[in-house]
């Protein structure tokens, strides 16, 4: 679980810009459950990827992860900085995860510790990429998509599908605070490779009743990524 008690988070900055339709033909449109099943196809085939995660509201008190960035290379490695707020303070946190062990660069430290992830708010990294706990399972158990609209995004056509996802598959691969609700799920996938470029959540994240929203990019799909447990000490 990568987000134990993630902030809502706001997608970067995207200039988009409507498509026009497909031209002629008889092919039928991919529909949104095909199109969802293709991109969780495709991140269970990466070999690694990139993700970016940024916030917006994220709590003044408590232990939340609230951004971070980096690298995820299968089968469960992980390396990259994550923004956390520990006792109220903002921290930038070094990590790296080696099959299920995560280790951080601590505040005021000059190497690295063996961490529990979970007292800095956040699960194992290493995680997203694993078919069974991953990013995946959101696109796999999505429910009622619908299908919006068509737009370029840095010379790359993306598709938006739109979705609800079982808070009880949210709570186990993010987090929620109430997992009787269903969470709110917008989509991006290319159309052409059929990788998911961003996954905007909306739910009872922090507090039940209470909606807040975080949003995940990836890029760099089966980019030539090395991670290798760092020395602690």
């Keep these: 679980m990568l987000l134990r008690r993630a902030a809502g988070v706001v997608a970067g900055l995207v200039i988009a810009v409507p498509v026009v339709a497909g031209c002629g033909g008889d092919e039928p449109e991919e529909s949104a459950d095909q199109l969802l099943a293709r991109a969780a196809t495709t991140l269970d085939e990466a070999s690694s990827l990139h993700f970016v995660l940024t916030s917006e509201g994220a709590p003044t ?3 939340a992860l609230t ?4 690298d995820v290379l299968r089968p469960a490695s992980f390396e990259g900085t994550l923004q956390v707020l520990a006792a109220g303070a903002a921290l930038d946190l070094a990590v790296v995860s080696v099959d299920g062990t995560v280790y951080a660069q601590l505040p005021f430290t000059s190497g690295f510790s063996v961490v529990d992830p979970a007292q800095f708010g956040f ?10 706990t991953g990013i995946s399972q959101l696109l796999a158990e999505a429910g009622s998509p619908e299908l919006g ?12 599908v739109t979705a609800e996802i079982p ?4 709570e186990q691969v993010l987090t929620s605070e109430d997992p009787s609700e269903p969470v709110q799920a917008r989509f991006s996938v290319a ?7 961003r996954a905007e959540l909306t739910g009872p994240f922090y507090t039940a009743g209470q ?3 975080f949003t995940i990019e990836l890029s760099g799909f089966g ?11």
Excluded: M, N, S, W
């Design 61 to 63: 008190t408590g232990t």
């Design 67 to 70: 951004g971070g960035e980096g």
């Design 123 to 132: 699960g194992d990294p290493g995680a997203l990429l694993d078919p069974d």
């Design 149 to 160: 609209e068509e737009r370029r995004v840095d010379g790359e056509v993306v598709r938006e």
């Design 167 to 170: 808070g009880e598959l949210v």
């Design 191 to 197: 159309t052409d490779g059929g990788e998911l470029r």
């Design 211 to 213: 909606d807040a929203t």
């Design 223 to 233: 980019a030539d990524v090395e991670i290798t447990a760092p020395p602690v000490g």
